[in-house]
């Protein structure tokens, strides 16, 4: 296995071309992609065709440094989702998203928070990170409260994108948080 970190009870490691079914199961999740697509599943031939090369493509880009790391349960061997950890394209190195996406069966027992914490502490520690920001919609209470248990605090408010319109709640837009290495430091 490819890890790209561990935790106590999570490896994160860099996806590879037969990893679209692990894709295309969380994607398939109403309840997962609710504040994504509305709770529509991702088509399986975009997870073949767009999304996976787009994730191993990212490895080449940044040098396996950065972009999209499947989790899995170190004693189950189970998948439990993704964290994301990439600059904007053409973006500053240094400036960095967090993100992560769980299967529902694994919501409520802290990985979301776990997997983060140890995302945000390489970044800032090994990978020269100064900010490192998420987004989610206004109405998405449980990511927001994992924001915020990292110390990110929000920086603003974001207007919902035109592909996201159908998202429930997505006339309350969006919200950006943020931590910078000094802040993560700090706590």
Known sequence: MNAYLDTERLTLRRFTSDDADLLIELD????VMRYLSGGEPT??????????????????RWGGDFGLFAAQ????????GWFLL????????????????????????????????AVLSKAFTELGVRLVWAETMSMNDRSQKVMKKL?????????TPPDMLM???????????????????EQ
């Open 28 to 31: 398939s999740d109403p309840a």
């Open 43 to 60: 088509a399986p031939e975009d997870v073949h065709q767009r999304i996976l090369p787009n994730i191993l493509a990212g490895y080449e």
């Open 73 to 80: 349960d170190k004693d189950r061997g189970a998948f439990v």
């Open 86 to 117: 990439r600059p904007e394209r053409g973006g500053p190195l240094d400036e960095v998203e967090l993100g992560y996406r769980l299967r529902q069966a694994e919501w409520g027992k802290g990985y979301a928070t776990e997997g983060s914490r």
């Open 151 to 159: 110390g990110m605090t929000m920086a603003g408010t974001l207007d």
């Open 167 to 185: 998202v429930e709640g997505s006339e309350h837009g969006g919200v950006r948080y943020e931590i910078t290495k000094k802040q993560w430091e």
